[in-house]
Every structure is written in C-alpha cells, then in structure tokens.
C-alpha cells in the first residue's frame, strides 16, 4: 500500500527548516517529499492521511527512559511504555539498565529486545550497565554487551564513585562504539537529602540537595573525557553551574553532550510545597534561576538533548510519607507539549525543539532517525500544535500515573505516529 500524507508542515531538524509538503510512503520508507500539490495520486489503493493545519515531525527519540522490566513489572512492561512512548510522538527510545536483575549481561539486553519485538510498537534501544550488578565495582563485558545489541552503558541511578573506574569505560566503550550515559551525584554530598537544598528546603523543613553534589561529578566527568579522548554524555542536567561548566568544557573542544528533562525547564522547587511526591525527582527540582539557565543552555546548544527520564512508580511508592516515597516522573506523554512552551516563549525553534527531542539524542547514542528524508525510513509523528487539553490520568497509557503535570492544561497534542510506515498509534476522535 502507498501512503500520502497530504499537506502539513515538515519539520527538518538538521537543515533548521519547516516546509509544507506531500509525503508519499512506500514499502516501510519515504518514497518522495515534494511540494504540496505536486503529486497526483490516482491509484484507488492509495491510504490518505489528511495533515493540514499539522506538524509532520520526524519521530521522537528519547536516550532516556526507564522501562521497569524485568522485575517491577508493576510499575511498567516494555508493552506498556513502548505504548506510551507511540502515544508521545516517540518512534525509538532508550531504556536504562537499573532493572531486577540489571542489565549487566547478553541474557537481560537479548530479554529486553524480545519483548520489544512482541509488543511491536515503537523501536527500543537497550543501554547497559557500566559496572557488575550496578555495584560501581568491576565492567560489564562491554563487548558481549555490544554484540547482544546494547547501544550505550549506564550506571543510572547510581553514580559512577570511583574515577579510575569511570576512566576505565570511557575508554573500553570508546573502543566497542558505545555511549556512556553519566548519572553525575556525590552521593557523600546528597545524603539522605529529598529535594533541592535552598530556601524552600528550609522553609518546608526537609533535607537539601545541594547543586554542587552534581557539579562535583560533572567537572570530573568532563575532565575524564578531557584525559582519556572520549566522548561523555551527562545525563539529566539540572543546575545552572552544570550548564557553566558545559558550555566551557564544549568551548575548550572537550568531547561532551548533556541533556536535560522537560521537568527541569517547567517546574522549580516550589512545586514541592505541600509535600506533593509526584515532584520528587533525582536530581530534584531547582531554583527558578536555576530553571532559567538550563533553557539557556537549551537556547545556546549547550544542552544538546531532551530527554524525559520516564520512571514510573506506583501508588506503593508514591502515596507515601515525602521522605519514604521514591524518586521519580513519568514523562512521555508530556514532554511534547511541555517543549512545544519553549517554542511558544521564543526559547527554541520550531525545528531545535524537534532536534533536540529527536535527531539529537538518536545521533549520540549512534542510531538512526530524528530525521525524515527520501529513502529513509517512515517513522514520524503528526502533531497538532495548538490543540489545548486538561491532561487526566485516564490518558495515560504507562501503568504508573506518577506525573505532577495531571490536572494541568496542555498545549500541542500528537495525533498519529508511525514506525516503518505503519499506524502504531493514533489518537481517538
């Protein structure tokens, strides 16, 4: 069957460009962009897609998200998460390794891509754990790893505390091609602390976590890729002395990205007045100067990519004493209209906002997409920018709701996405 996406605006987050276009989709892949009006389809097995007044975008495609299986699979299944990533936009994400057992050997990253292929939905990438059982001790094989079709290795979650260690998988998983994703926390520093150190802290009285227990970590992460050549990608950045030393680290030719999550550039730490857990995250929710300098770093390039860090949490987790309940949001059915703000206030393009949900992230962790082109493959998303909706927890397609942002109204919807030239989701109505 050929498929025509008829009209719309296409957004290209390489060439920075949104042009309206016919897209015409044959055999899993984009057979011909052209200018709308140009094709004349007569052929009666011809599948319409009206896109007028819509945003056709390149599939999203998330570096970070947190899929719970195996062993909590209470909280999420690669079924259910692949199913809320399709519903966001998303057409490839990443998953982390901090799983029941972790990711830490071929058997768990084979799983993991088997029950990608049942749920048949959106594509998934494993990422690896740095270390054996997370233990921050001794390297995974990152070889076998590798082979068992991991793209990337991660101890999120847990921080990386021996340097030598860290030296040593910067420079191993150079060599196999993979990605290390850096969870940056000194933990001798965030202590039992349960959101961001400062005023609010006090006011509330619960125990800090001080910016600088990331930005510890992220100057030696950065001075690592400075010794060693290699690339470092910083995860989840959430201060403004983080984006500092990025952006000097970037200056000087030092071979690192960094990513944020929409959460850190639309919420400060005072949404955790009133004890709320859903807007307990680690790293927790900064101050508003520090909220103004990571849309900066998004606005300067700083900050390549925007990822949602998804961690789903059950009731049992969350409808808790603050100090008893776990860290964490959901975030893939969010993270679109929430960028779509940074467009709206002038912060980012139109086409940087979909780089840095999409190609951005993709090109870090060495897979394709993020991009729509002849001859490339048909994953995409059809948005409505301007759509406004009250966000319900019985919109949700993850088994968690753990989301600060229910209740809340949203701007921008996704409204069809496609992986391979087929329909893996579309919106009701």
């Not at 068992?148 to 979650?157: L, M, Q």
């Not at 993850?398 to 942002?405: D, G, L, R």
Request: with cysteine; net charge negative.
């Amino acid at each position: 069957m050929i498929t025509w996406i008829r009209g719309g605006d296409l957004v290209d987050p390489v060439r920075r460009t949104v042009e309206q276009v016919d897209l015409i989709i044959e055999k899993r892949k984009i057979s011909k962009i052209c200018p709308q009006g140009v094709f004349k389809g007569k052929d009666p097995r011809i599948r319409i897609i009206e896109a007028s007044d819509k945003i056709i975008m390149p599939g999203l495609v998330d570096m970070h998200v947190h899929l719970r299986e195996p062993g909590h699979e209470y909280k999420e299944t690669v079924a259910t998460g692949t199913m809320s990533a399709a519903a966001g936009g998303y057409t490839a994400i990443a998953c982390m390794p901090n799983t029941e057992p972790p990711n830490d050997c071929r058997s768990v990253t084979e799983f993991i891509l088997e029950q990608a292929k049942r749920a048949g939905l959106v594509k998934v990438y494993p990422i690896a754990t740095i270390s054996k059982g997370l233990k921050g001790e001794t390297l995974t094989n990152f070889g076998e790893l590798r082979e068992a079709g991991a793209v990337g290795v991660s101890d999120d979650g847990f921080p990386v505390a021996n340097s030598e260690l860290m030296r040593r998988a910067l420079e191993y998983a150079s060599f196999y091609g993979l990605s290390v994703i850096s969870h940056c926390e000194d933990r001798s520093l965030s202590g039992d602390g349960m959101m961001h150190e400062g005023v609010v802290s006090t006011r509330i009285g619960l125990p800090g976590i001080p910016a600088v227990s990331e930005e510890i970590m992220v100057y030696r992460e950065i001075s690592l890729a400075k010794l060693t050549g290699c690339p470092v990608h910083i995860a989840h950045v959430s201060t403004a002395g983080s984006v500092a030393l990025i952006r000097q680290a970037k200056e000087e030719g030092i071979p690192v990205t960094a990513e944020t999550a929409p959460h850190y550039f639309s919420l400060d730490h005072s949404a955790v007045v009133g004890y709320d857990t859903l807007a307990k995250v680690n790293p927790p929710l900064r101050t508003p100067e520090d909220v103004e300098a990571i849309k900066e770093g998004l606005a300067k390039g700083v900050i390549d990519v925007i990822a949602t860090d998804h961690a789903p949490h059950s009731t049992l987790e969350k409808d808790l004493e603050f100090d008893k309940a776990a860290f964490g949001m959901i975030g893939l059915q969010t993270a679109l209209p929430l960028t779509l703000q940074l467009v709206r206030d002038g912060i980012l393009s139109l086409p940087e906002a979909v780089g840095k949900l999409s190609y951005a992230g993709a090109s870090i962790i060495g897979v394709t997409g993020g991009r729509l082109v002849e001859g490339g493959a048909a994953d995409l998303a059809i948005i409505d920018p301007e759509y406004e909706y009250l966000f319900e927890a019985g919109q949700i397609f993850s088994k968690s709701k753990n989301s600060p942002f229910i209740g809340k109204m949203l701007k921008g919807r996704n409204e069809l996405t496609m992986v391979g030239g087929e329909i893996v989701w579309e919106k009701e109505g």
